[in-house]
């Protein structure tokens, strides 16, 4: 029952890193990401529009990992009708398992560029765990909106994401994930399903 | 005495109707109307701190962001300080491009309408 409780507790109050990693100024951000893969729960502030702190806590693969978060906006082009970002992630952090304490470090460099229309995004991250491995993963999100919602408004979007992942150098699998993003107001929801089977949820949380 | 009675309350029902059953349903102001056009504004995500931080100003009345015609709508009060550079530099630290910005000093506030009185309070209860 106190899983559950917490659980939904997190669930209410979190946030994806499928959107933007840095809020408005002043703006606190929790955030929730829940995959086949990993749980993982990340806190962080805007102090300005440009940068975030903020400290993430990821369960995978029964360990626990433990990072300090930097998010930087290195670019934003504006048009009337667009805006692309491009963004630089660092997460210097502490992984656990059941036998010992490493240091690990991740970076991403993460680009997205979108209209009321149309989505898209692409993140390639390197993560380095001391003397064990080093793993790259990449991501691709292409979306459409459904229709072109106003301010206010339910907005739906379909999405498909593409991720691969390689290990110490050696391809490892792509995963394929066609899903359904919907928001209003601060709240934002992705449900989807792999082609193997796999469920991605997130609920997202801005405040 | 009951004839008396009846006078009294008649004349207070009476009374009642003649304060309550005039009411003023429109309240008209002048306000400032703020209107920004801006570029890189196309999602409800990016809007939501615009939002924020203008409510925080105590003379900032209502704000209006409009996805479609690319607009951030700001209804000041009459006497507010808050100048268009003050505004545009707000968006700009928003991560919204402002491209021109333009102040109504005449604005007629959207006239407010006050619940219709009920039958019962029409009659001073």
Request: glycine letters at 4%.
């Amino acid at each position: 029952m106190k899983k559950i409780l917490i659980i939904v507790t997190l669930m209410l109050y979190h946030y994806s890193t499928q959107a933007r990693p840095i809020s408005y100024p002043g703006g606190w951000t929790i955030m929730q990401l829940n995959n086949d893969q990993k749980n993982r729960i990340h806190i962080h502030y805007s102090p300005k529009m440009n940068y975030s702190i903020g400290l993430a806590i990821e369960r995978k693969n029964n360990n626990q990992l433990t990072n300090l978060q930097l998010n930087q906006l290195i670019y934003r082009r504006n048009t009337k009708y667009s805006q692309g970002n491009l963004y630089l992630k660092t997460q210097p952090g502490i992984i656990w398992d059941k036998k010992q304490t490493k240091l690990n470090t991740r970076i991403t460099i993460s680009g997205d560029w979108e209209t009321r229309r149309y989505f898209s995004q692409y993140d390639i991250s390197g993560e380095y765990t001391y003397q064990k491995q080093t793993q790259v993963n990449q991501k691709l999100r292409l979306g459409v909106a459904a229709y072109k919602a106003n301010y206010n408004a339910i907005h739906t979007w379909f999405m498909i994401q593409i991720n691969s992942k390689f290990k110490n150098n050696q391809f490892q699998n792509h995963e394929i994930t066609p899903l359904i993003r919907l928001f209003k107001g601060t709240v934002l929801t992705e449900i989807g399903l792999s082609l193997n089977k796999k469920i991605l949820f997130n609920i997202i949380k801005r405040f | 005495m009951k004839y008396i009675i009846t006078l009294i309350l008649s004349a207070i029902i009476c009374l009642n109707i003649t304060i309550y059953g005039t009411p003023k349903y429109k309240i008209a102001t002048k306000n400032i109307l703020v209107t920004a056009q801006v570029k890189g504004m196309v999602c409800d995500f990016c809007a939501r701190g615009l939002e924020k931080i203008f409510n925080n100003y105590d003379d900032v009345k209502s704000i209006d962001i409009n996805l479609e015609k690319s607009t951030v709508s700001i209804e000041l009060l009459a006497n507010s300080a808050l100048s268009n550079k003050k505004i545009t530099e707000i968006i700009q630290n928003n991560g919204i491009t402002t491209i021109h910005i333009e102040r109504n000093l005449n604005y007629n506030s959207p006239q407010k309408t006050s619940p219709k009185p009920s039958f019962w309070s029409k009659l001073g209860f």
